[in-house]
């Protein structure tokens, strides 16, 4: 089975664009998490996608947004991008409430 | 949100068991025990996760406390492509948002 995969693996953006990282999800499931990494720190949860609904948000500006597709890929979505913001991207699908699988992120870098 | 408390960092022989510990003193009812692991320049890897009893997989153990306070990981024999950073989560189900400390760095030594 095909895992979770994320493009780009890497991208560098300058203060104050926007970015769109997208996500495949495993095939079969339907759940989408977002997770973001600082570096020498743990995953910090953003949202969840179920059915392409939010489903349960972490303590993260409205400039972070999301889309879960039909096909149950996803997208986040960042805008106005500040230099905190340069961090590991991870996105983690499930089926259900099974145990989440994760892809092995977009790196993106603030200038 | 309930917390964990994990060591920093632990030390292993190659081909010795290792045991993880992990602290949760504040765990509710409900809660799962999770435990994911992050190899250099991957993303987290599901582990195994339970709910009051001992699980086994092909992967490792996990022992919970009776009281659920506490849960150890164990490793039954540690490779060299098992060091990684150990993360303890509790998460209201099993697919629900995951809430990461700072988790254990394991070193596996030859």
Request: proline residues 5%; aromatic residues 10%; negative net charge.
């Amino acid at each position: 089975e095909t895992g979770v995969t994320q493009s780009p693996t890497h991208l560098i953006k300058t203060r104050g664009q926007q970015v769109t990282l997208r996500c495949s999800s495993q095939s079969g499931h339907n759940t989408v998490s977002w997770y973001q990494q600082a570096l020498g720190q743990g995953p910090q949860f953003i949202f969840q996608y179920y059915r392409e609904e939010e489903n349960g948000r972490g303590n993260f500006p409205p400039r972070f947004s999301g889309l879960q597709f039909p096909n149950y890929s996803s997208e986040l979505n960042v805008n106005a991008l500040e230099l905190d913001d340069s961090a590991l991207y991870l996105c983690a699908s499930s089926l259900d409430n099974q145990p989440q699988h994760f892809g092995d992120g977009t790196r993106l870098s603030i200038l | 949100d309930a917390k964990t408390t994990q060591p920093n960092s632990m030390e292993s022989n190659e081909e010795e068991p290792v045991h993880l510990p992990c602290n949760h003193s504040t765990i509710s009812g409900t809660d799962y025990i999770h435990w994911y692991r992050q190899l250099p320049s991957q993303g987290p890897e599901y582990v195994i996760h339970g709910l009051t009893s001992n699980v086994n997989n092909r992967m490792a153990s996990l022992a919970i406390a009776e009281d659920r306070k506490s849960s150890t990981l164990i490793l039954h024999r540690a490779t060299l492509r098992d060091a990684a950073v150990y993360y303890c989560i509790l998460s209201y189900n099993q697919g629900g948002k995951l809430i990461f400390g700072q988790g254990t760095e394991l070193s596996v030594k030859p």
